[in-house]
């Protein structure tokens, strides 16, 4: 019911909005993992399925988001509210592995109780010492997109999440999870 009355005249629409935008980025230049083990109190380099690695990547995630709302006074207790909410999230992720992979007897050719920068130098990466091979995995790169749009009636924000599946090259290990109060 619409009023008339002075005081419901006095009150004004009121419209309020938010724009936010966010980047969180890392770059991992080149991460190492060597297991030694030891035996008789010297420790020798251990061939297991991640030492000898080297682990490079980079990781970029922009999200923009944006929201409006209009309340409109109907009466001295009445309000309607309106508006809307745009979400929008993009994500890239890029890495590369590879790792030294030892000779069947790799021990006649090389000290492997000397330490990494001994070990991987330039002239035992070579057939019989160690190979430098590349691990990088299907999952180790992707680009995703997430798109939220929700509109807001009397209070309430009701969503249509759209994850863009058009967007996603290749996404095995990105998970999206939304949740709305």
Known sequence: MLDSSEEAL?????????????????DEPDTREMLYEERDGVFYFRDTSQSGSRFFFDWTDDEISGRLDLSVPLSAEGLIKIGGLHRNRDRTFDARRFRF???DNVD?????????EE???????????????????????????????????NGRYTA???????????????RSECHYV
Not at 125 to 149: G, K, M, Q
Not at 166 to 171: A, C, E, S, T, V
């Open 10 to 26: 006095k009150a004004v629409p009121a419209l309020t909005w938010r724009l936010t935008y966010s980047r969180a980025m890392r």
């Open 101 to 103: 992979e030892p000779a």
């Open 108 to 116: 006649q050719f090389v000290d492997l109780s000397a330490p990494a």
């Open 119 to 153: 070990l991987f130098k330039a002239e035992h990466i070579a057939p019989r010492v160690f190979e430098l091979r590349e691990s990088t995995r299907a999952t180790d790169n992707y680009l995703a997109s997430h798109t939220v749009w929700a509109k807001l009636r």
């Open 160 to 174: 249509d999440e759209r994850v863009a599946a058009h967007n996603r090259r290749p996404l095995r290990s990105f």
